[in-house]
């Protein structure tokens, strides 16, 4: 993908993601997949390459470039062929430690960001329980104040990167929300791997992005230190909102960019694949069909490069970042159904990647905020 929204800088970014991406990452990524685990060391080479820390500021050793970078890398790690593997490291980049700028203290910054951004620590973001997800209101994590220490206990479930992560963003709760104000009360927390009182409890099997691992987290009387909440007690829901403006955005460029790899790989199989006597690429029905996916797309990749612009340069955009997740990852599922139709046969075998994708994708209108939960968060901007 490339657009006018894009300067000469991130061409030349671009340029060295894809070919990172295609000579050490796509390569692998069946294994990995087939492992339900992304080597360390391939976390420890993004951080050398200084990908983890495409817009981190310079003096913690990030690159200190804009949100558009950060665009970039997640279309260009779309294009691995393993959504898993896009998903892994956009959490980490993206969907986590971008609140430890926003909201960290100095020092919890000098503590966790160099790591971060070497890939040493791999970030997790915990807000969702057994019990909630879209009703983020009805979080049951506690943390209590106890001297020095916030001492949690409650379940985190469907954590990225939760099983061998070591850094997790958590949401918990503080205090007690109002019936007019439900969402008061809770708060974030930076958490790590090792606690007394913290344990992944299981690794979840799943549908697709398999080579992310996924978990459901224990805390039972977990001592955080105080130094580790993360923002205003008790305003972690206005924290949560601003976040996951980036973190959907996000979501529609991994689902955007992994249909737009699919919808190549699908028209190069239609030129490659005979039937009746000539390529099915001369067949108008699928001539016709592939145009509408990618008049689809072009709508969606429109819609998510507006929606990114507004954010790169602070403007309000919820309506506009809700409408792109809504759009794009519903046509992105609508592109994975019809690639696997188009490959026939072939195209339910594992060894094709549409295959893959049909089953990553799936999570896109799920993850990050339902489909459902866009249309509520637009109408209610509408009536
Ligand atoms: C593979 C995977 C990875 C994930 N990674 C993370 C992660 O790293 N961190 C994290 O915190 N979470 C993560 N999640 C959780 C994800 O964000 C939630 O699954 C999602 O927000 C939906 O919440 P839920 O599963 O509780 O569904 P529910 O909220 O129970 O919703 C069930 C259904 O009801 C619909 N619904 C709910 N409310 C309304 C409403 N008001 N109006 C209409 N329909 C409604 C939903 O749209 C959905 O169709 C992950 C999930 C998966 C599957």
């Given at each position: 993908?490339?657009?006018?929204?894009?300067?000469?800088?991130?061409?030349?970014?671009?340029?060295?993601?894809?070919?990172?991406?295609?000579?050490?990452?796509?390569?692998?990524?069946?294994?990995?997949?087939?492992?339900?685990?992304?080597?360390?060391?391939?976390?420890?080479?993004?951080?050398?390459?200084?990908?983890?820390?495409?817009?981190?500021?310079?003096?913690?050793?990030?690159?200190?470039?804009?949100?558009?970078?950060?665009?970039?890398?997640?279309?260009?790690?779309?294009?691995?062929?393993?959504?898993?593997?896009?998903?892994?490291?956009?959490?980490?980049?993206?969907?986590?430690?971008?609140?430890?700028?926003?909201?960290?203290?100095?020092?919890?910054?000098?503590?966790?960001?160099?790591?971060?951004?070497?890939?040493?620590?791999?970030?997790?973001?915990?807000?969702?329980?057994?019990?909630?997800?879209?009703?983020?209101?009805?979080?049951?994590?506690?943390?209590?104040?106890?001297?020095?220490?916030?001492?949690?206990?409650?379940?985190?479930?469907?954590?990225?990167?939760?099983?061998?992560?070591?850094?997790?963003?958590?949401?918990?709760?503080?205090?007690?929300?109002?019936?007019?104000?439900?969402?008061?009360?809770?708060?974030?927390?930076?958490?790590?791997?090792?606690?007394?009182?913290?344990?992944?409890?299981?690794?979840?099997?799943?549908?697709?992005?398999?080579?992310?691992?996924?978990?459901?987290?224990?805390?039972?009387?977990?001592?955080?230190?105080?130094?580790?909440?993360?923002?205003?007690?008790?305003?972690?829901?206005?924290?949560?909102?601003?976040?996951?403006?980036?973190?959907?955005?996000?979501?529609?460029?991994?689902?955007?960019?992994?249909?737009?790899?699919?919808?190549?790989?699908?028209?190069?199989?239609?030129?490659?694949?005979?039937?009746?006597?000539?390529?099915?690429?001369?067949?108008?029905?699928?001539?016709?069909?592939?145009?509408?996916?990618a008049t689809e797309l072009e709508a969606a990749r429109q819609l998510v490069y507006r929606a990114a612009t507004l954010?790169?340069?602070?403007?309000?955009?919820?309506?506009?970042?809700?409408?792109?997740?809504?759009?794009?990852?519903?046509?992105?599922?609508?592109?994975?159904?019809?690639?696997?139709?188009?490959?026939?046969?072939?195209?339910?075998?594992?060894?094709?990647?549409?295959?893959?994708?049909?089953?990553?994708?799936?999570?896109?209108?799920?993850?990050?905020?339902?489909?459902?939960?866009?249309?509520?968060?637009?109408?209610?901007?509408?009536?």
């Amino acid at each position: 993908m490339t657009a006018g929204i894009f300067s000469d800088e991130h061409a030349m970014l671009r340029k060295s993601i894809r070919v990172f991406v295609e000579k050490e990452v796509a390569p692998h990524v069946r294994a990995w997949e087939d492992a339900g685990q992304i080597p360390r060391t391939f976390w420890r080479r993004l951080g050398a390459l200084g990908f983890l820390g495409l817009e981190f500021p310079t003096e913690y050793g990030g690159g200190g470039g804009d949100f558009l970078s950060s665009v970039v890398l997640g279309e260009e790690m779309a294009r691995c062929r393993s959504g898993g593997v896009a998903f892994s490291v956009l959490v980490h980049t993206d969907m986590s430690s971008p609140w430890l700028t926003r909201f960290g203290t100095d020092a919890q910054k000098r503590k966790y960001l160099p790591r971060i951004i070497s890939g040493e620590s791999v970030c997790a973001l915990a807000i969702t329980e057994p019990g909630t997800g879209s009703d983020m209101a009805a979080l049951a994590t506690r943390a209590e104040r106890r001297s020095d220490d916030y001492v949690l206990t409650g379940s985190k479930m469907f954590i990225t990167n939760g099983v061998y992560g070591d850094l997790y963003f958590v949401a918990a709760r503080t205090g007690p929300g109002s019936p007019e104000r439900r969402h008061d009360g809770l708060s974030m927390f930076l958490v790590e791997r090792g606690l007394p009182g913290f344990t992944v409890s299981r690794k979840l099997d799943k549908m697709g992005m398999r080579a992310s691992d996924t978990a459901e987290l224990a805390f039972v009387e977990c001592p955080v230190p105080a130094a580790n909440l993360l923002g205003t007690e008790g305003r972690g829901f206005q924290q949560l909102a601003e976040g996951l403006q980036r973190e959907r955005l996000m979501a529609a460029v991994l689902a955007l960019s992994g249909a737009a790899q699919a919808l190549e790989d699908t028209i190069a199989y239609l030129r490659e694949r005979t039937a009746f006597g000539e390529p099915l690429a001369a067949r108008q029905a699928l001539r016709h069909r592939v145009a509408d996916l990618a008049t689809e797309l072009e709508a969606a990749r429109q819609l998510v490069y507006r929606a990114a612009t507004l954010y790169a340069a602070g403007e309000e955009c919820v309506t506009e970042v809700s409408m792109a997740k809504l759009f794009a990852t519903e046509v992105a599922n609508h592109v994975a159904y019809d690639a696997v139709q188009m490959h026939g046969g072939y195209g339910y075998m594992r060894e094709f990647p549409v295959e893959g994708f049909f089953r990553d994708v799936r999570l896109w209108t799920i993850a990050s905020g339902t489909s459902e939960v866009m249309r509520e968060i637009i109408t209610k901007r509408l009536l």
